[in-house]
């Protein structure tokens, strides 16, 4: 017997039969509609984090924006902390302080990016993680490679290489002459 599933606020609700004990019974089950999106490049990263640390991270990829952007204030902060009480029964503990580090070992690893001009603004790496479509995705990259000096972001996290590795191109000098007038005459 196939039921539909029916969008619910922000939750995709499906019925379901199940047997349990020789009964068969129709059982509701619920799923987050919208979420983000984790690309496998990200692997030789996630397996230095321990899993607070992790846990952190899906919890701020969850947050942010369709830009990937997060503010990560206290408020934020407080919250995660009850998150984790509360799917841990409160068998886990995560102190405020244990965030702060929580934050630099992901801005360390390059999945956070600190906007330099604020103090709890961050940018989710789209590198890893994208929350929105691939045009979404594509659009936000562009952005950050194209403003990465007006947002005073380390474009070293965008980058594949170090930028220390990259070559500058071998570019012929234009040699030129400017007049009093202002106008310019590119000599050959």
Known sequence: MQKKVAMVKNKIEKKVMLTKENVIFEHSVSFKKDGFISLFNAQHIYIELNSKQRCFFDFLCEKMDYKNRVNINGDLRDEFICFVKKITSDKVKVSSRSLFDYIDKLIE??????????????VVNPKYVYKGTQKDRIEILNDLFENHLKYE??????????????????????KFKTYEDGTIEILE
């Open 109 to 122: 690893f390059k999945l956070l990016v600190p906007f330099k001009n604020t103090t709890s603004l961050y």
């Open 153 to 174: 972001i380390d474009i070293q996290a965008l980058l594949n290489v170090p930028i220390s590795e990259i070559e500058i191109p071998d570019i012929p000098q234009i």
